[in-house]
């Protein structure tokens, strides 16, 4: 950590953050992040995450600890003077000023001549392909128009830092999805940081190069998307991000990196040993759905399941199992055209998975 400090742009120094003096709502955050890095703060609501972008926007105050912006410490910096761009969910466009006129405004407080404004304007509306919109009001925008002037808004002063508070929010799916790929393609062409706060956890692995998964003002886990599905180090990240299947059980051995688990009927199934106790001590084994085989697999974990409920969902076949008792397991099954051949609802059946995709967690 100490070496990520030293090249940390943004950075969380044991941060806390209370609004009544009891109960701490963000726990000795301690967070670093290097310039020109997509971090996304993920988590539910009430988790912290929009409490920590507040604090480091200047809009809340820490509690304890300190804040740096580029080694300096923020903590007393009013938010005008911190140079960072926002974009909200709700956009916060002036009504009663053309979009020319709300990118112009940051510029002006900035003491900017016109000339050197209107330049500006224009490549920020450039941009987010924007350039014919100048003169109308926010009013004549759809909500995807609107996030787009919001956005190139947060560009236009050429800030180190942009900072962004569930701001597709307010847009249908399709749209939703267009414009995560749009501010992820921003990012990279111009090598801004950007700081992202969301509950959404596919927005969050399609955009981001880190993701800080919150939940009761602690940082659960800080990874990349890949690292966050495939290699979750608890039961909370392996339940919020993906979809999981879980089986309680009991450490009966440990054997290196590896668990004997007894599950529920005296079975056993051998998982990687990521996060358990004891021998004896309670476990949570998570498995991912697309990870788990129709039918018996050689040296893999096997189990005796009933077909609960077939959905076609077009690219896969999503299939719900009873297994040992537990009737929301689930399987993904690529649609080749025969994925679903030979399965039928009530029908008994043998699934498989590999020792690799089975993790061993703390119990919930």
Request: hydrophobic letters at 40%; aromatic letters at 6%.
């Amino acid at each position: 950590m100490a070496g990520q400090a030293d090249e940390a742009f943004v950075e969380f120094d044991r941060v806390q953050k209370s609004y009544d003096g009891v109960t701490l709502v963000v726990k000795d955050l301690n967070l670093a992040m290097p310039k020109g890095e997509f971090l996304t703060m993920l988590g539910p609501s009430g988790s912290g995450k929009t409490t920590c972008l507040m604090m480091l926007a200047g809009f809340e105050t820490a509690t304890n600890g300190e804040i740096r912006l580029g080694g300096e410490e923020i903590n007393d910096i009013p938010p005008h003077r911190r140079g960072i761009g926002m974009v909200f969910q709700n956009y916060a466009l002036f009504p009663h000023m053309t979009v020319n006129e709300n990118l112009s405004f940051p510029l002006e407080v900035r003491g900017m001549g016109k000339d050197e404004r209107e330049a500006k304007v224009k490549r920020a509306l450039d941009m987010v392909q924007m350039g014919e919109f100048g003169n109308r009001r926010p009013a004549q925008l759809s909500g995807g128009q609107q996030q787009r002037i919001a956005l190139a808004r947060a560009l236009v002063f050429d800030p180190e830092l942009v900072l962004m508070d569930e701001p597709l929010g307010a847009l249908d799916k399709q749209l939703r999805e267009h414009m995560q790929y749009e501010i992820k393609h921003l990012h990279e062409n111009l090598g801004i940081t950007v700081v992202y706060v969301t509950h959404d956890q596919s927005e969050a692995l399609t955009m981001s190069d880190r993701v800080a998964v919150f939940n009761d003002g602690v940082i659960q886990q800080l990874a990349t998307p890949s690292d966050l599905y495939e290699r979750p180090e608890n039961s909370f990240v392996a339940q919020f991000i993906g979809e999981n299947n879980k089986l309680a059980g009991k450490v009966r051995s440990v054997d290196g990196e590896t668990v004997t688990v007894e599950l529920p009927g005296g079975a056993t199934c051998r998982a990687l040993a990521v996060n358990v106790g004891e021998p004896g001590s309670e476990t949570l084994v998570s498995i991912r759905p697309e990870r788990v085989i129709i039918g018996a697999a050689e040296d893999a974990n096997s189990a005796e399941a009933r077909v609960e409920e077939l959905i076609y969902l077009g690219d896969h076949i999503r299939c719900r199992l009873n297994v040992y008792g537990n009737d929301e397991f689930i399987v993904k099954l690529p649609n080749s055209g025969i994925a679903s051949q030979g399965l039928s609802v009530g029908e008994s059946t043998t699934i498989s998975w590999k020792t690799e995709d089975a993790r061993a967690l703390d119990p919930l």
